[in-house]
């Protein structure tokens, strides 16, 4: 059975940084694009990041471009999200998912496979 599934997060205080980690089981990510996601408690699920399928074309959201770092290691069938320089309004739960395409998507509709979330908290 295919699964994506997100780990890394957790408590991080404002100004820190963590690394969120996407691994897929039961299928390959080589020929996907990967998105991250977010969704902050209220709020729509909002895009955060994504990459092709090579990992040599990635698009970032306005709010996080140049904190946030997405990467992939396809030999590892994982995708990751590191963030810098976290803020209290990071603070939400963050899907990784995949896309039935090669190209970096910044639209949630293009991704078929959604990791279940993980909940990244930003706290003093």
Request: aromatic fraction near 12%; glycine fraction near 10%; proline fraction near 2%.
């Amino acid at each position: 059975q295919a699964h994506l599934v997100e780990s890394g997060g957790g408590l991080v205080q404002p100004g820190g940084s963590q690394i969120l980690s996407c691994a897929a089981s039961g299928f390959t990510l080589d020929s996907s694009a990967i998105g991250w996601f977010r969704q902050a408690p209220g709020k729509d699920r909002e895009f955060v990041a994504t990459i092709n399928w090579s990992g040599a074309v990635t698009y970032y959201a306005d709010s996080v471009r140049g904190r946030f770092s997405i990467s992939r290691d396809n030999a590892k069938n994982t995708v990751y999200l590191e963030s810098n320089a976290l803020k209290t309004e990071d603070t939400a739960v963050y899907y990784c998912a995949a896309s039935d395409g090669l190209h970096a998507q910044r639209t949630s509709t293009e991704y078929h496979f959604w990791g279940q979330g993980i909940q990244v908290t930003v706290s003093s």
